[in-house]
Structure formats: structure tokens, C-alpha cells
């Protein structure tokens, strides 16, 4: 059987860490930026990793 190829949708939302985990970006950062505080837009600006519930799925996808 081939090696399944990475979604490049994935690959572009997410990077992997050197302990296999993955980081995603916080959405919310894109628009209406006037009415949301400094401080809001500073918490959104910080990349999280993906939710235990997700991450499974996502590591097939990133083909991890």
C-alpha cells in the first residue's frame, strides 16, 4: 500500500512540534480588529496546540 499523502489544507493550519504535537493559530484575528481590545488581539496573536480530542485525527491528515 502507497504512504497516504498529507492534506495540504492541514499542512498549511498546522505545525508540528519536535514532541509530535501540533500547533494551530487562534482564529478571530482576521477582522472587526477596532472593537476587540489590545489585550484580546495579544491572547490571539499566541499559537495553542490542537485539543487531545483532535489531535488524532488531525496527525492523519498532517500524515504524522
Same mark, same amino acid.
Given at each position: 500500500?502507497?504512504?497516504?499523502?498529507?492534506?495540504?489544507? %492541514? /499542512?498549511?493550519?498546522?505545525?508540528?512540534? %519536535?514532541?509530535? #504535537?501540533?500547533? =494551530?493559530? !487562534?482564529?478571530? =484575528?482576521?477582522?472587526?480588529?477596532? /472593537?476587540?481590545? %489590545?489585550? =484580546? #488581539? !495579544?491572547?490571539? %496573536? #499566541?499559537? =495553542?496546540?490542537?485539543?487531545?480530542?483532535?489531535?488524532?485525527?488531525? /496527525?492523519?491528515?498532517?500524515?504524522?
Amino acid at each position: 500500500m502507497p504512504k497516504m499523502k498529507t492534506k495540504k489544507a %492541514a /499542512k498549511a493550519r498546522f505545525k508540528v512540534t %519536535a514532541t509530535g #504535537k501540533l500547533m =494551530r493559530t !487562534r482564529p478571530g =484575528r482576521r477582522h472587526i480588529l477596532t /472593537k476587540k481590545s %489590545a489585550n =484580546r #488581539k !495579544r491572547s490571539l %496573536a #499566541k499559537a =495553542r496546540l490542537v485539543d487531545e480530542g483532535q489531535l488524532k485525527m488531525y /496527525k492523519i491528515l498532517m500524515g504524522v
